[in-house]
C-alpha cells in the first residue's frame, strides 16, 4: 500500500489528483459491491461485466473490504 505523505498539498498536482480518482474508484468498487451491484470494465478490448461476487472475493483477498 502506499503511503501517502504527512502534507499532501505539497505533491505536484497531477500526483494528488492520480490519488484522489484512486480512491474514488476503490469507493464506487466497494459501494457496488456492498449493494449487490455489478461493474462494467474494459477488458480484452471489449466491455465486460463483473458481478458483485467477484467483487467482494477481490475486496477479501486484497484486504481492502469495508467493516
Given at each position: 500500500?502506499?503511503?501517502?505523505?504527512?502534507?499532501?498539498?505539497?505533491?505536484?498536482?497531477?500526483?494528488?489528483?492520480?490519488?484522489?480518482?484512486?480512491a474514488a474508484v476503490k469507493k464506487a468498487?466497494?459501494?457496488?459491491?456492498?449493494?449487490?451491484?455489478?461493474?462494467?470494465?474494459?477488458?480484452?478490448?471489449?466491455?465486460?461485466?463483473?458481478?458483485?461476487?467477484?467483487?467482494?472475493?477481490?475486496?477479501?483477498?486484497?484486504?481492502?473490504?469495508?467493516?
Open positions: 500500500m502506499i503511503k501517502e505523505p504527512h502534507n499532501v498539498l505539497e505533491l505536484p498536482m497531477s500526483e494528488r489528483g492520480l490519488m484522489a480518482l484512486k468498487i466497494e459501494e457496488h459491491a456492498r449493494e449487490g451491484l455489478p461493474i462494467y470494465i474494459w477488458r480484452d478490448g471489449r466491455v465486460v461485466e463483473v458481478p458483485p461476487d467477484e467483487l467482494r472475493a477481490q475486496s477479501i483477498l486484497l484486504g481492502t473490504e469495508s467493516k
